[in-house]
């Protein structure tokens, strides 16, 4: 039998029958060969994969792993790290491998701005809620690469993202809030105490207005004084 490739993502080999992608899936014009009636490891591996995951107050809760950003370098995982298959004593639900170091927003933010050696694939989940590795686009320039944003392959031109994430984190600085600064509908009171600095950043920033990359440069971007929040 000649060798398959993989149904969702079209790499080889693809050992797996396609009949493992679960009814529940919803992406399948997403698919990358059509045709095919087969999966490779990766994707037959995410689709089932649930998680243990110890939350600050201690406690443990089952995450999919539609919820994960992933950070690939040279076709091995680096983010999140999953551990050994566990049982969690006075839990029910199962036997999982524990997940832990998820991906901040933060932490996305610094893959941007430095990114590993390549290849390397990026993916971003937005919403939590799709299975977004199998369609992972591969960066093979840090200077200039693509990675996958929720379902939407995004090109970063590093000192493009990286003027437009100074602009964005500079409005924050002056207090408005994310809402305000990607929708362009700022508050008069905000305005009247900060509109000699804005106009400057704000006409910068129309041009990528409703674009995915201003909406990637959203979720990472950061107050100076709270560059570490978490997932929200
Ligand atoms: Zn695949």
């Given at each position: 039998m000649p060798s398959a490739e993989c149904y969702l993502c079209a790499r080889r080999p693809a050992p797996h029958p396609r009949s493992q992608v679960p009814e529940t899936f919803t992406a399948h014009a997403f698919a990358r060969s059509q045709?095919?009636?087969?999966?490779?490891?990766?994707?037959?591996?995410?689709?089932?994969?649930?998680?243990?995951?110890?939350?600050?107050?201690?406690?443990?809760s089952i995450l999919f792993a539609r919820a994960f950003s992933w950070l690939w370098v040279n076709s091995q995982l680096v983010v999140p790290t999953i551990g050994p298959e566990l049982s969690i004593a006075g839990k029910r639900g199962g036997t999982f491998p524990v997940v832990?170091?998820?991906?901040?927003?933060?932490d996305i933010r610094g893959w941007l701005l430095e990114p590993p050696t390549p290849p390397f694939e990026m993916v971003v989940a937005q919403s939590g809620q799709k299975h977004t590795l199998p369609f992972a686009v591969t960066g093979w320039d840090?200077?200039?690469?693509?990675?996958?944003?929720?379902?939407?392959?995004?090109?970063?031109?590093?000192?493009?993202?990286r003027g437009l994430l100074e602009i964005y984190e500079s409005l924050l600085d002056l207090g408005f809030s994310k809402t305000e600064i990607d929708t362009g509908e700022y508050r008069g009171e905000r305005l009247a105490k900060s509109l000699t600095p804005w106009w400057?950043?704000?006409?910068?920033?129309?041009?990528?207005r409703g674009s995915r990359l201003l909406e990637l440069v959203s979720f990472v971007a950061g107050r100076s004084i709270t560059k570490d929040t978490t997932n929200a």
């Open positions: 045709e095919s009636d087969s999966l490779c490891e990766r994707c037959a591996w995410v689709l089932k994969l649930r998680c243990w995951y110890q939350k600050t107050d201690g406690n443990w832990s170091n998820l991906a901040t927003r933060s840090r200077e200039y690469f693509a990675l996958l944003f929720e379902m939407d392959t995004v090109w970063i031109r590093k000192t493009q993202l400057p950043l704000e006409e910068k920033i129309v041009p990528y």
